[in-house]
Nanobody
């Protein structure tokens, strides 16, 4: 199993980013996928979940209305669209499936 995140970077408050996670080594379309984040000195927290078909999604209260998780099963890729970013969204963002994790992508929100 391999999960490879991309799309992080430095953005000003109020800006947007779209993260991608390319998955391989398992039957992607059969499984729910998750995005987590970990800020310096804090525990890793669940940000968003999407069902295997994409028909069900769930979000942490802190990102509801600003973030959107989606997936393309034909491309074995899950996305996290992040809008109206705030400094408190600064963290390393990880893609997750079962016990497998990507290497993470850094998101920094700062003026």
């Amino acid at each position: 199993v391999q999960l490879v995140e991309s799309g992080g970077g430095l953005v000003q408050p109020g800006g947007s980013l779209r993260l991608s996670c390319a998955a391989s080594g398992f039957t992607f379309s059969r499984y729910a996928m998750n995005w987590y984040r970990q800020a310096p000195g804090k525990e890793r927290e669940l940000v968003a979940v999407i069902s295997n078909t994409g028909g069900y999604t769930e979000y942490a209260d802190s990102v509801k209305g600003r973030f959107a998780i989606s997936r393309d099963n034909a491309k074995n890729t899950v996305y996290l669209q992040m809008n109206n970013l705030k400094p408190e969204d600064t963290a390393v963002y990880f893609c997750n499936y079962y016990t497998f994790w990507g290497q993470g992508t850094q998101v920094t929100v700062s003026s």
